[in-house]
């Protein structure tokens, strides 16, 4: 028996032949859109190349384990997969975050559904997932962002079917599914933070005195655990990690004021007033009343989000409720005033502002006319990182140079003597620049990279002495001090990537002046 009571419209229930019809036409409308967006993402996702991060996770994956210094496993598992089953090009390592955007649309309409939503509520609110630039960017790539909306989101929908009189042994999956959310990215923590205090501020707390939602708490202990294990047998170096970022004044400044603004830009501008209605439906209507848990889980990760000075796009898994709950709120509006005429008209100004926004988000542009687009009309993406910006926004520079920088390594490997190449180690400043030459290297005869980078510092040195080795980036004067002798190389230039990887040296250097296993601790960077 349901510890909560059934939510219920105060309409009377259609006859089961209707509402079967009913169901078998909003899902097939549902389907359609998201097959939509898969197919968006499918069309799309060879443009402009490789990104850093993926790079850095195919290299993951090729060193599976229960845990990485930045990241728990779940990602690389999801990379080496998906390299297994399809191979490693862009379309193939990029089929299943477009499937995951697809996911996401079809959750949204059905949390509408749920929620009370009729046909055109779950098409706006799947038409505002689909627009957002966010979520067009995020499903682009091979990250777990990609993923982390389907946990957050299949907890919410889980509830929702719990407060309508569902089994309270549906907590058994929510609790597995904010387990494997945590094994996909750590954030899993503040949904469920801000969903306990949810459950705390509303009637729902007495579903505290059902022993499901403690069992369903275990069983997402129990998931997580393998990773819980790693992190303490590697000293917790997350938080390691995030003491460092916080130190180094690397992300962008946060109040509450550019917070807010980011999340206009991130969700698109013109979608602001549906996802607001939204908030405003779960606190003051009365069909929102027994899920008003959930409006109180969005503010509470809103506010936990600026008070931690998080970065805005922290934010963004929880927008689909908001969107569905926005959805039956401009239904309800429209229906009141008789004003049909509304229903195409709100959608449709989504799906121009979304595609006025998509060459933003997503390269559907060529390089050079996307930099053209951007000056005519005076926007970028929100900044994240306090990086000094070339002619592309991070997101868009971290996809170009991989291959050309590989390439001028490979030229300099390939002027080394037989003997000096079977002992030549090949050292990278950061885990793009290292995860590119592991991925890239194989066709020139390169040997794998090194990195004091996050988890590449983890893999370590092997058993490389130092005594020939490549090194990109750093300054001669540096270098100088651990060996013997620094030679130039060759100089890597491309004018799309980030500027400190513009212009960068590539050198070779012989006799180390202590063993790299001795030098190894000093190149340890967790950031």
């Not at 949204?108 to 957002?132: F, N, P």
């Not at 989101?153 to 509830?159: D, E, L, N």
């Not at 390439?407 to 885990?431: D, G, H, R």
Request: glycine share 8%; with cysteine.
């Amino acid at each position: 028996m349901s510890v909560f009571p059934p939510a219920t419209s105060g309409a009377a229930s259609p006859p089961p032949e209707r509402a079967r019809s009913d169901f078998k036409g909003d899902l097939a409308v549902i389907v359609g859109l998201s097959l939509a967006t898969l197919l968006l993402h499918v069309l799309a996702d060879s443009n402009y190349g490789y990104f850093r991060d993926e790079l850095y996770f195919l290299a993951c994956g090729r060193h599976l384990a229960w845990g990485y210094v930045d990241q728990p496993p779940l990602i690389a598992a999801i990379a080496e997969f998906s390299r297994w089953l399809l191979g490693d090009s862009l379309r193939a390592i990029r089929f299943f975050p477009a499937l995951a955007g697809a996911a996401k649309v079809l959750l949204t309409g059905l949390v509408t559904r749920e929620l009370g939503g009729k046909r055109y509520a779950q098409v706006l609110a799947c038409v505002a997932v689909i627009t957002a630039p966010i979520y067009l960017g995020i499903d682009h790539l091979l990250t777990m962002n990609a993923f982390e909306p389907l946990f957050w989101m299949g907890c919410a929908y889980v509830a929702i079917r719990i407060i309508k009189g569902g089994s309270p042994k549906l907590w058994l999956v929510f609790g597995a599914l904010a387990g494997l959310g945590l094994e996909n990215k750590y954030s899993m923590l503040f949904f469920g933070f801000a969903f306990a205090v949810g459950l705390l501020l509303t009637p729902q707390r007495k579903v505290l005195r059902s022993p499901w939602i403690w069992i369903g708490g275990a069983v997402a202990f129990l998931v997580y655990l393998p990773n819980f294990l790693w992190e303490i047998r590697q000293h917790w170096p997350m938080f390691e990690i995030l003491n460092n970022i916080q130190q180094s004044n690397k992300n962008t400044p946060v109040n509450l004021l550019s917070f807010f603004l980011g999340q206009l830009l991130l969700m698109e501008p013109l979608a602001a007033p549906l996802w607001l209605a939204g908030l405003a439906w779960f606190f003051f209507s009365k069909a929102g009343k027994p899920f008003r848990l959930l409006g109180w889980t969005f503010v509470v990760l809103f506010a936990t989000f600026v008070l931690l000075h998080g970065k805005v796009y922290y934010l963004a898994p929880a927008y689909p409720m908001l969107f569905a709950a926005g959805g039956i709120a401009a239904e309800g509006w429209i229906e009141r005033r008789r004003a049909a005429w509304l229903k195409p008209a709100i959608t449709g100004v989504l799906i121009v502002a979304g595609v006025i926004l998509a060459p933003f988000a997503i390269p559907i542009l060529p390089v050079e006319t996307y930099i053209a687009y951007q000056k005519a009309l005076h926007l970028e993406p929100p900044r994240t990182e306090q990086h000094k910006m070339g002619p592309l926004p991070q997101g868009y520079a971290d996809m170009f140079g991989w291959p050309e920088m590989v390439a001028k390594v490979a030229e300099v490997y390939t002027k080394l003597t037989p003997e000096e190449k079977s002992e030549c180690a090949i050292f990278a400043q950061n885990y793009g620049e290292a995860g590119a030459v592991d991925f890239f290297g194989p066709k020139y005869g390169l040997p794998h990279a090194l990195s004091g980078h996050n988890n590449y510092y983890l893999w370590g040195p092997d058993d490389y002495s130092g005594e020939v080795m490549i090194v990109m980036g750093d300054r001669r004067e540096v270098l100088e001090k651990y060996f013997d002798h620094v030679e130039f190389g060759a100089v890597f230039q491309n004018p799309y990537v980030m500027p400190y990887e513009n212009n960068l040296p590539i050198w070779v250097c012989r006799g180390a002046k202590v063993p790299l296993r001795e030098l190894w601790p000093h190149v340890k960077v967790y950031m």
